[in-house]
């Protein structure tokens, strides 16, 4: 069965760290770029971070540059979400997808995947996190 699962969510402080981790299984991660998304209660969607299929393009939304790490371990079949400095407005139900011709580069890569525009191959079932005092 060819699906994505993540992993790591959790209930942290505020300025708590948490690693979240999108493996694949039936398929390889090798020629997939990577998008995290995440959807908070009552709001759309978002994009967080995109990483392409090697890991030489990574982006971020702008509420989460330099708090949020993603990268890849192809030989593993693994992507991760490294999340610091968390805050609560970072409080979501966190998704990762794969996409074979999602181009990371393309500034607009999150609205065009929420609209549709990009379809995404795969997508997780999403991993809560919480952070609160």
């Known amino acids: 069965q060819m699906q994505l699962v993540e992993s790591g969510g959790g209930r942290v402080q505020p300025g708590g760290s948490l690693r979240l981790s999108c493996a694949a299984s039936?398929?390889?991660?090798?020629?997939?770029?990577i998008a995290w998304f995440r959807q908070a209660p009552g709001k759309e969607r978002e994009g967080v971070s995109c990483?392409?299929?090697?890991?030489?393009?990574?982006v971020y939304t702008d509420s989460v540059r330099g708090r949020f790490t993603t990268s890849r371990d192809n030989a593993k079949n693994t992507v991760y979400l490294q999340m610091n400095s968390l805050k609560p407005e970072d409080t979501a139900v966190y998704s990762c997808?794969?996409?074979?011709?999602?181009?990371?580069?393309?500034?607009?890569?999150?609205?065009?995947?929420?609209?549709?525009?990009?379809?995404?191959?795969?997508w997780g079932k999403g991993t809560p996190v919480t952070v609160s005092s």
């Open positions: 997808a794969a996409g074979q011709k999602l181009p990371c580069y393309d500034t607009n890569w999150s609205v065009r995947t929420v609209s549709g525009y990009y379809e995404m191959d795969y």
């Open positions: 990483i392409s299929s090697w890991g030489g393009t990574t």
């Open positions: 039936g398929f390889s991660l090798d020629y997939y770029a």
